[in-house]
């Protein structure tokens, strides 16, 4: 690109050059500049001459470069710099810290920096977002801001962390969202400090229990894909915030009875990929969707249903059922998706009763195929017209149960939160 290319131009605001083989930065950029995209190049360095002029440069973005290593100082003059985005260059190493005091967003993300110099960021006092997931951090940054409202740690190499005895304490009184996916974390202590925190994503680590302690404001709470074997109800009596627990592809096997009562406005809850023999009791009045694919259980009983009025989706995929008794369906009466598949199921006539009263609420069936007795193997039990036309003298046609169910379902109780099949989870329901 020739010199001064843009330099006349005094009206231009936006410049983006994404996706070419740029080898440095345009030159002579005019003063006027308030968003500069470069991502997907071949930029190697960043010079303090290539922003020169520059101070009216709001958004700044130089992801999927070259860039190994980078001085802080060399960006000290963009002061109305609201966006950084270094992400993707392979970067091994920074230096200096940021003089940027109005910026808001920094992303690092998935390069390879080990660590940081003394305290980097702790001069920008308006930053909410910072993104450093994908690198290869063994501690997290000290001092950070304390204006701080999002911080990813995600996919590094931290093995423990700890708050409350350092300055994070009061510096990160504000943060909201926690990410620490996927690192090396065998325990995380402290963040009961994070006092105005509602997600924490702790999967994919190494945690045998659920941290104690946590925030009474949390509203998410990710532990999924770690090594927890019991759950208890100390690690939940104060999470009355609690909307949404992940616990999947864990080695639970022991559920402590009410361990969630506390969790009053809990919705969603999975627990699939587990080892659990049964579904557990005393669960939240307010739970929404509950997730046991994958788990040990054998059989459905009504004591562990009695509580889930609000429950809309049900999900039992690969486990051990055979037979689900029509009666325990009264206490749902909300529940609009039930899954069945991979579970050995006995297809009676008693069976087909349950198939009636599902028909009859309209609940969308996934699966259901017949394992005994041999004349019905690989049949479905929601759908086959040959297995309802032998049991049609078994009384399949009263309606009571379904109705009775419609009306527990119409009551003066209003309809809790409808469930939104994009949130969270896929359940397949092509």
């Not at 510096?171 to 620490?180: V, W």
């Not at 019991?230 to 402590?256: P, R, S």
């Not at 009551?411 to 092509?430: C, F, G, I, K, S």
């Amino acid at each position: 690109m020739e010199k001064n290319t843009f330099k006349a131009l005094d009206a231009l605001r936006t410049l983006e050059l994404w996706n070419n083989k740029l080898s440095y930065v345009p030159t002579s950029l005019p003063a006027n500049l308030e968003v500069l995209k470069l991502g997907d190049n071949l930029i190697r360095v960043l010079h303090e001459s290539d922003f020169e002029g520059l101070q009216k440069l709001r958004v700044f973005d130089i992801q999927s470069n070259l860039i190994l290593a980078l001085s802080f100082s060399i960006l000290s003059s963009l002061g109305n710099l609201q966006s950084l985005t270094l992400d993707g260059n392979n970067m091994e190493s920074v230096s200096g810290s940021l003089q940027l005091p109005n910026l808001k967003y920094l992303s690092m993300a998935n390069n390879k920096l080990k660590s940081f110099p003394e305290n980097p960021f702790s001069s920008l006092h308006n930053l909410l977002f910072l993104n450093l997931n994908g690198n290869l951090l063994t501690n997290a940054p000290l001092d950070l801001p304390k204006s701080l409202l999002s911080l990813k740690l995600g996919r590094n190499q931290l093995k423990v962390l700890a708050f409350g005895g350092m300055k994070q304490q009061a510096n990160l009184s504000k943060l909201s969202e926690l990410c620490l996916s996927e690192n090396q974390l065998s325990s995380v202590v402290g963040t009961q400090f994070l006092s105005s925190l509602t997600t924490l994503e702790l999967s994919g680590n190494k945690l045998q229990r659920i941290p104690l302690r946590l925030p009474a404001t949390l509203q998410k709470l990710d532990c999924s894909n770690n090594l927890i074997e019991t759950v208890k109800a100390q690690e939940f009596q104060d999470l009355k915030n609690l909307k949404h627990l992940f616990l999947d592809n864990n080695i639970v096997t022991t559920f402590e009875d009410g361990a969630l009562q506390k969790c009053t406005i809990l919705l969603n809850l999975a627990l699939e990929q587990n080892r659990l023999p049964s579904v557990p009791l005393r669960l939240p009045h307010m739970l929404a969707r509950l997730d046991l694919k994958g788990n040990r259980i054998k059989r459905i009983k009504e004591q562990e249903l009695k509580d889930l009025g609000h429950l809309q989706v049900l999900n039992l995929r690969n486990n051990n059922i055979s037979a689900l008794d029509h009666g325990l369906l009264i206490h749902l009466p909300r529940l609009r998706y039930l899954y069945l598949e991979g579970n050995p199921w006995n297809c009676t006539c008693e069976l087909l009763k349950t198939r009636r009263v599902l028909t009859a609420t309209g609940t969308d069936v996934k699966g259901g195929q017949c394992t005994a007795p041999a004349e019905n193997q690989g049949e479905s039990w929601m759908s086959s017209k040959r297995i309802l036309h032998l049991c049609v003298h078994d009384n399949l046609y009263s309606a009571e149960p379904g109705e009775e169910i419609r009306k527990k379902a119409n009551a003066d109780d209003p309809p809790n939160l409808r469930v939104n099949m994009d949130d969270y989870y896929d359940y397949e329901l092509d």
